[in-house]
Protein backbone atom coordinates (compact mmCIF):
# COMPACT_ATOMS: atom_id res chain seq x y z
CA UNK A 1 0.00 0.00 0.00
CA UNK A 2 1.07 3.44 -0.84
CA UNK A 3 0.34 6.45 1.14
CA UNK A 4 0.95 10.02 0.29
CA UNK A 5 3.35 10.01 2.39
CA UNK A 6 5.52 8.27 0.33
CA UNK A 7 4.75 10.45 -3.35
CA UNK A 8 7.97 12.40 -3.65
CA UNK A 9 8.43 15.95 -4.55
CA UNK A 10 7.26 16.91 -7.84
CA UNK A 11 5.04 13.68 -8.35
CA UNK A 12 1.35 13.50 -8.80
CA UNK A 13 -0.68 10.53 -7.58
CA UNK A 14 -4.23 9.79 -7.40
CA UNK A 15 -6.11 9.06 -4.42
CA UNK A 16 -7.60 5.26 -4.31
CA UNK A 17 -8.79 4.97 -0.64
CA UNK A 18 -9.49 7.01 2.75
CA UNK A 19 -8.53 5.30 5.57
CA UNK A 20 -9.38 6.62 9.46
CA UNK A 21 -12.83 7.06 10.93
CA UNK A 22 -15.19 9.66 11.52
CA UNK A 23 -14.05 13.16 11.87
CA UNK A 24 -11.00 12.65 10.68
CA UNK A 25 -11.63 11.11 7.33
CA UNK A 26 -14.99 13.98 7.64
CA UNK A 27 -12.10 16.29 7.85
CA UNK A 28 -9.63 14.87 4.87
CA UNK A 29 -12.67 14.82 2.68
CA UNK A 30 -14.00 18.72 3.40
CA UNK A 31 -10.82 19.85 2.12
CA UNK A 32 -11.37 18.13 -1.37
CA UNK A 33 -8.96 14.71 -0.90
CA UNK A 34 -11.59 11.96 -2.67
CA UNK A 35 -11.37 8.90 -3.84
CA UNK A 36 -10.02 9.02 -7.99
CA UNK A 37 -8.81 12.58 -7.23
CA UNK A 38 -5.30 13.72 -8.23
CA UNK A 39 -2.89 15.32 -5.93
CA UNK A 40 0.26 17.24 -6.99
CA UNK A 41 3.15 16.80 -4.17
CA UNK A 42 5.22 20.50 -3.98
CA UNK A 43 7.00 20.44 -0.82
CA UNK A 44 8.10 18.78 2.15
CA UNK A 45 9.30 20.40 5.07
CA UNK A 46 12.85 19.82 6.60
CA UNK A 47 11.51 17.13 9.05
CA UNK A 48 8.91 15.80 7.02
CA UNK A 49 5.43 17.64 8.49
CA UNK A 50 3.91 18.77 6.86
CA UNK A 51 3.51 18.20 3.11
CA UNK A 52 2.22 20.71 0.94
CA UNK A 53 -0.06 19.63 -2.15
CA UNK A 54 -2.18 20.74 -4.75
CA UNK A 55 -5.49 19.25 -5.21
CA UNK A 56 -8.51 20.85 -6.95
CA UNK A 57 -6.43 23.66 -7.50
CA UNK A 58 -5.45 25.09 -4.63
CA UNK A 59 -2.77 24.66 -1.98
CA UNK A 60 -2.84 22.23 0.93
CA UNK A 61 -0.57 21.82 3.87
CA UNK A 62 -1.37 18.48 5.31
CA UNK A 63 -0.10 16.80 8.78
CA UNK A 64 2.24 13.77 8.13
CA UNK A 65 -0.09 11.60 10.03
CA UNK A 66 -2.75 12.54 7.86
CA UNK A 67 -1.07 12.35 4.75
CA UNK A 68 -0.27 7.88 5.80
CA UNK A 69 -4.25 7.58 6.31
CA UNK A 70 -4.31 8.52 2.07
CA UNK A 71 -3.87 5.24 -0.20
CA UNK A 72 -2.89 6.30 -3.61
CA UNK A 73 -1.71 4.96 -6.83
Known sequence: MKTLR???IGETATVV???GEGAVKRRIMDMGITRHTPVY???VAPLGDPVEITVR???LSIRKA????????
Open 6 to 8: DVK
Open 57 to 59: GYE
Open 41 to 43: VRK
Open 66 to 73: DAEMIEVE
Open 17 to 19: KLH
